[in-house]
């Protein structure tokens, strides 16, 4: 069956009846969407302060093939199997966004028996989330060229604005656009931009907010433009948007809370892209579910050297988070692919290649583990075209390097498939072998070390180089704000900014050709290599396959 079939084939507790049951959630908290999809109320939310929080599992990967390895479907199956083994689990998830939805990757929700569900509305719709934030920071556009149009007070260069148009849909067509054309009336003629809606530092402020107040604070410090003949730049408040883009997102700041197949309550909210912003869920809901459960699976995008050094340096440098373990997915896929295999014969028998791609998944092992201090363990997401001689020579050498391999098979099997990982999770979480959980660097480091500190560490760069205008600006910023964390925009497939340099490359330059500063999420944001924040539709596009059968039910959505 298909994803959406075997969704389809399992009847869904009513959302409320859920929340009452596995969470202590009275039906008075709860604003449903229909009958399988709720928001969580802010006071219920505020009434949590003082439980204890559970344990935070991280669930991140090795580099991954364009495909993607499956970390989704772990994080969903990893949540079963803890409920499976006895531990009161809850999930967290960002939300799918349309472009991938209808581009190459396709949906967000897991897969095979391991999905939260309804799969169909989380991939699209869902509770309107990705609108909000879309009318939001479109709002601001408009009210950026509007102040311009009539008297222009902060005296905005059109040459400085920064903040562009966004739309949920990959389309490379408005990377660079010309707004303002037909005269006069319809404003000054300029040169413009689409992002994807997930690029939008909207996105990123509203999941890193914890309530209303803050959310509306951060929304008011974005900068939008610069001026003429200064460097003060003009910020969302001067424009007198912070409370018009707040009132678009008070309900979206609310978390989504929706179900597994087996009935494990889920947190789905917030979806920050993870090249140029942290890449994880929201705040709000991971604080939140900690209040909830023993134990929460939380997923970081892509693979560790993007994602989980972004939620480690700065989800929970903000947030005041602290994981437990960390589970780095893995497949044999992958494993080849980083051997040097091309996609079209990865489901080909290739054991050198597998020995060769382990020097990928070894430095993110050694990274989580030695330079994080998180206990690790790597889940070998099985596939149907592994062979068994590759699987125990992957087990064999991932042991070798002094962390367990288990094979996880929870997109055939749902939690049963995932027991033994989950078990595994439990100890790792409870005994603490690395000896805690510790930064990459520390605040009081300088911008330009602390990006340093990223490439050579974490990528195994010899050097970080800059031009003379990109190096200037990081001085400027690092005068107000050398104490925020650094976020690299890169490809994520592979160490280096070159996405065909595969396996664990090492000596290699970063180039960094722009740097931006996020001041309402809170971080300085460096675009290496040939980052895009729009991405393309593949030649044959998810959405050629996408359709709505005679009942009115959703088919190909994968």
């Known amino acids: 069956m298909t994803d959406l079939e075997i969704a389809a084939s399992v009847p869904l507790q009513p959302i409320m009846d859920l929340a009452a049951e596995r969470l202590d959630i009275a039906p008075e908290y709860l604003e449903p969407y229909g009958h399988t999809k709720a928001k969580l109320s802010l006071d219920f939310i505020d009434s949590l302060a003082e439980r204890p929080a559970g344990k935070l599992i991280l669930v991140t990967a090795m580099s991954p093939t364009p495909a993607g390895e499956g970390k989704t479907t772990t994080t969903v199956g990893l949540g079963d199997a803890l409920g499976r083994v006895g531990q009161r689990a809850m999930i967290c998830l960002r939300e799918p966004a349309l472009g991938p939805c209808f581009g190459m990757k396709g949906g967000a929700a897991g897969g095979g028996w391991a999905q939260v569900v309804p799969a169909d509305e989380i991939n699209l719709h869902f509770t309107g989330d ?3 934030v879309a009318s939001a920071h479109n709002l601001l556009a408009a009210l950026i060229d509007n102040h311009v149009q009539f008297d222009n007070e902060f005296r905005i260069d059109l040459r400085k604005v920064r903040w562009p148009r966004v739309t949920d849909v990959n389309d490379r067509m408005l990377r660079e656009v010309v707004v ?8 000054f003629p300029r040169e413009d931009r689409f992002d994807i809606v997930v690029a939008s530092e909207i996105m990123a402020v509203l999941c890193l907010s914890r309530g209303v107040t803050e959310l509306r604070t951060r929304l008011g410090e974005m900068i939008v433009a610069g001026r003429r003949l200064s460097d003060v730049p003009v910020l969302a408040s001067d424009l007198k948007a912070q409370g018009a883009l707040t009132a678009l997102l008070r309900d979206a700041l609310k978390p989504n809370l929706v179900q597994t197949l087996e ?24 604080a939140t579910a900690l209040k909830l459960a023993d134990f929460v699976v939380t997923e970081a995008g892509f693979g560790a050297d993007l994602g989980a050094e972004k939620f480690l340096d700065i989800k929970c440098r903000l947030a005041g988070l602290e994981p437990a373990a960390a589970v780095v997915v893995a497949t044999v896929r992958a494993l080849k692919y980083h051997g040097g295999v091309e996609r079209s014969m990865l489901e080909v028998e290739n054991l ?6 382990l020097r990928n998944l070894r430095r993110h092992v050694n990274n989580m583990r030695q330079h994080f201090g998180l206990p690790v363990v790597v889940a070998l997401n099985h596939f149907a075209s592994d ?8 087990i064999e050498l991932v ?8 094979v996880a098979r929870h997109w055939a099997e749902g939690g049963a498939g995932a027991e033994e990982l989950a078990r595994e999770v439990v100890r790792l979480a409870e005994s603490g072998d690395e000896g805690g959980f510790r930064f990459l660097y520390p605040d009081t480091t300088s911008l330009w070390d602390k990006l340093t500190t990223i490439a050579t560490k974490i990528y195994g760069c010899s050097e970080v180089t800059a031009d003379t205008k990109v190096r200037a600006a990081i001085a400027d910023y690092s005068a107000d704000y050398g104490h925020y964390p650094v976020c690299v925009a890169k490809t994520q497939y592979s160490f280096s900014s070159d996405p065909d340099l595969r396996g664990a490359p ?7 050709r722009e740097v931006r500063l996020a001041r309402g999420a809170g971080f300085m944001v460096a675009y290496c290599g040939n980052m895009l924040t729009m991405p393309g539709l593949p030649r044959r596009p998810a959405a050629e396959t996408i359709d709505v059968d005679a009942a ?3 088919v190909g959505l994968q």
Request: aromatic share 2%.
């Open 352 to 357: 050198a290649a597998v020995e060769k791609g």
């Open 263 to 286: 009935k494990t309550p889920a947190f789905i909210h917030g979806g920050p892209f993870a090249n140029i912003a942290h890449g994880c869920n929201s705040v709000i809901a991971t």
């Open 506 to 512: 090492s000596g290699h330059v970063l180039p960094v």
């Open 130 to 132: 990705m609108h909000a």
């Open 387 to 394: 062979t068994e001689a590759e699987v125990a020579r992957t």
């Open 399 to 406: 042991e070798g390097l002094g962390v367990r391999c288990i």
């Open 552 to 554: 009115g039910n959703i």
């Open 180 to 187: 303002g054309l037909g005269g006069s009336g319809n404003g």
